[in-house]
């Protein structure tokens, strides 16, 4: 069986088995099963149907169970872990998967061992390397080449992969995390190494104790490791969220922490960071297929002006930076970006993932383990430093700049590193430079910073959930997988949310973001779901109508900016609903809006402009041409508004006036619309061959093609005729002009 299928039939009885539609997902488990090698599989699926047919049979025969609904709960329960099991079964032997290797490579040493299955603490193959480890005196720091730190390393290495490739944990998992939490052992980042793993084995196989232990994990409140066990359990949660509500356990204990504040806005940071993700592709294409070709072409004068030493900002509040300013004064759209992309960053936005995945290639990051692994300034990689000729005498600042750098992930940190080791000399000589710098300003960065009891958790999740990101977009193990990144990202609508984060102020908070960051569609669902209960909230409505708006669905938009209208009467409102409306072709209602809205606003140049547009549309040139004036008025060196103005002169067959502001927008960039419509006036005078000359202009400017040249043509053939020119001359002059461009 094709693994893809495999993956998508598991799926599909998930989905079943939670709509209640048992007999259908029993009969794709029973295909699966052929699949499988296991004799207790097949076993284990008789007596699911056997129990199924007989409860069945008791109901129809009326027999009042009063254990019916125990029952048929423990059943769904089975079914989806045979399922998973069956999966499991199917991908061990077909798949190839580096997972199953790892995992058949463990279980064979174990059967060297004379055992065959893990049942205690004891059966653990690295028992004797545990109970080493813990007997050993705390203060003991040994030698990173030493045996003992080899062996610890090993040891760390086979807990990890224990608690990954485990399908089940039984009594031997739980003292193991038992010990690990309590023995005082283990360092933060191993145990968040061990917290990574639990949530990687729970993504792979449901089951309610790894949930537990994540809340038990998460409880024991140990900074760094709690962030990743709230962080895994969440991303858990939202994977199964169709099995939630059938294990009631969970959400028991879930809804008993949720009656603390802290705990729930612990989940509310994470679920905003999580859906945050979905920026980071947009992000990823803005700089690469925007500002860094801008930047390129720029690149002489970044060279000449761009002073390391004074572009860091040594103070939160400089503000722009005079040196950006200078060098972009000829690219201010660059520099506004620049800002937004630093604004972005300070939010937690992850910028630099198109920056560091080509630089994911390092033997490093072939061991699956380190693509979790938090940074921290001990690690063997920065011990590797040590011994370069320029980077070693700056090592510790350069780690220390490292590890307390908010905006960077724990994985990136590790390609920069590793990277710095191939620089040229002076290229290293620079980045410690830069990084003793950074140092600087991270101290006083967190010296001015404004008190906030959450900001250290706020980071913590970041930088983890973005290595998360990485490991499901980057990592050669990703098609093992399902990347829980892609699609909508809709936490809001999981169980978990509504048990944890449904509260108006935190649903507000999410729409907010969404309606922020133009995810209209997420945005308008919330924002729906609160106007029910704030039916006089102007403001509700107008954000409801502005999505409406931006999806095109200007009838909705209609109805909403309409009702805000009536609660709070202003001309912002009032301009929407003649953008609507004249968006439905309905121009003169559109107009008269506008002309309320310039009762109110007089000297609003934007209700001037949509004025003057609906005059146009309605061919009252006249009118039009008044409300443009005042336009050229105000903005006297706004060259686009000449265009409207040619044009309506044209229209009104007043040629003269209309080449001399068709003279003055030649002073810009004519468009292919302008030349068309100065072809137009050159035949409206007679002079037709510089008409066809115009109009194959128009065609070669690569803004329109012939096809939709053709189209405008015969669209402004009433206008000509109007205004004088021979109708049986147009099909010629067009025939003469294609024959020209052939």
């Known amino acids: 069986m094709e693994i893809v299928k495999v993956i998508q039939l598991h799926r599909r009885i998930c989905q ?6 048992i007999k259908q997902s029993l009969d794709i488990l029973s295909k699966m099963i052929v699949f499988t090698s296991s004799g ?4 284990d699926y008789e007596n699911i149907v056997m129990t199924y047919r007989n409860m069945l049979s008791y109901t129809i025969d009326g027999i009042n169970d009063p254990e019916r609904n125990k029952i048929y709960l423990k059943l769904i329960q089975s079914i989806l872990r045979l399922s998973d099991r069956v999966r499991q079964d199917i991908l061990s032997h077909f798949s190839g998967w580096h997972t199953y290797w790892v995992k058949q490579q463990t279980e064979k040493e174990l059967r060297l061992t004379g055992k065959s299955i893990v049942e205690t603490v004891d059966d653990l193959m690295f028992k004797s390397e545990l109970d080493e480890w813990l007997k050993l005196s705390n203060e003991i720091n040994p030698d990173p080449d030493s045996e003992i730190s080899n062996k610890h390393k090993r040891l760390i290495s086979n807990i990890f992969n224990h608690l990954w490739l485990t399908d089940y944990y039984g009594e031997a998992e739980e003292s193991l995390i038992s010990i690990i939490l309590t023995s005082g052992k283990f360092r933060w980042h191993e145990a968040s190494l061990f917290t990574s793993a639990l949530t990687l084995s729970s993504l792979r196989t449901w089951q309610t104790e790894k949930i537990m ?8 409140s140990q900074e760094q490791v709690m962030e990743r066990a709230l962080s895994g359990l969440i991303l858990n949660l939202h994977y199964y969220n169709d099995r939630i509500l059938l294990y009631p356990e969970i959400g028991k204990r879930i809804k008993k922490m949720s009656r603390n504040s802290k705990f729930r806005e612990h989940c509310r940071i994470i679920v905003l960071q999580t859906i945050r993700s979905r920026e980071t592709e947009m992000l990823a294409r803005k700089l690469h297929d925007e500002i860094l070709p801008q930047v390129a072409k720029l690149k002489p004068q970044i060279e000449e002006k761009l002073d390391l030493d004074n572009i860091l900002p040594r103070e939160k509040t400089e503000g722009k930076n005079p040196d950006w300013a200078a060098m972009f004064n000829d690219s201010e759209e660059i520099f506004k970006t620049m800002e937004d992309l630093t604004r972005l960053q300070m939010e937690g936005a992850d910028v630099y993932m198109s920056a560091f995945a080509n630089m994911k290639h390092f033997d490093f990051f072939k061991d699956f383990q380190n693509w979790f692994v938090p940074f921290y300034p001990d690690h063997e990689t920065v011990n590797e430093i040590y011994r370069d000729e320029i ?5 510790n600042e350069l780690s220390e700049a490292l590890y307390k750098t908010p905006f960077i992930c724990n994985s990136d940190k590790y390609s920069l590193l590793l990277n710095l080791k191939y620089l040229p000399s002076s290229q290293k000589s620079m980045m410690l430079k830069v990084f003793r710098m950074e140092l600087e300003g991270l101290q006083q960065l967190n010296d001015e910073e404004s008190i906030d009891s959450y900001r250290n958790f706020r980071i913590n999740v970041t930088q983890y959930l973005q290595d998360f990101y990485r490991f499901f977009k980057l990592s050669p193990y990703k098609k093992e997988f399902e990347d829980i990144f892609s699609g ?9 949310f509504r048990m944890t984060g449904n509260t108006e102020d935190a649903e507000a908070g999410l729409a907010d973001y969404f309606f922020s960051k133009n995810f209209y569609d997420d945005a308008l669902i919330l924002y729906l779901k609160h106007v029910i209960s704030k039916p006089d909230n102007a403001q509700l409505y107008e954000k409801i109508a502005y999505c409406y708006q931006e999806n095109a669905d200007y009838e909705d938009a209609l109805i909403y900016y309409r009702r805000a209208e009536l609660i709070d009467r202003k001309a912002w409102t ?4 003649g953008l609507c409306l004249r968006r439905l072709g309905r121009t003169e209602e559109a107009l008269e809006y506008y002309l309320q809205a310039g009762n109110m606003e007089p000297e609003n140049i934007h209700t001037v402009i949509m004025t003057a547009h609906c005059y146009l549309d309605l061919k009252d040139y006249d009118q039009a041409l008044k409300n443009y004036f005042r336009v050229e008025y105000r903005e006297p060196e706004n060259l686009k508004i ?3 103005i040619a044009y309506c002169y044209f229209a009104l067959g007043r040629f003269e006036d209309s080449e001399k502001y068709y003279d003055r927008l030649s002073a810009g960039k004519l468009t292919a619309h302008d030349l068309i419509n100065k072809g137009h006036l050159a035949l409206c005078n007679g002079e037709k061959r510089v008409a066809v000359d115009l109009y194959r202009q128009s065609i070669s400017s690569d803004e329109i093609t012939k096809e939709q040249f053709i189209t405008i043509f015969a669209g402004d053939q009433e206008l000509l005729t109007s205004l004088g020119v021979n109708p049986d001359d147009l099909p010629i002059l067009l025939d003469y002009l294609l024959f020209s461009i052939a």
């Open 391 to 395: 980077l070693g005498p700056g090592t």
């Open 488 to 496: 909508r990202m809709d936490i809001y609508n999981s169980e978990f």
């Open 213 to 220: 232990y994540l809340l038990d994990i998460y409880e024991a």
């Open 574 to 577: 009032l301009k929407k609903i």
């Open 16 to 21: 079943l088995v939670s709509e209640k539609k």
């Open 40 to 43: 207790d599989l097949h076993d």
């Open 642 to 644: 000449l265009r409207p």
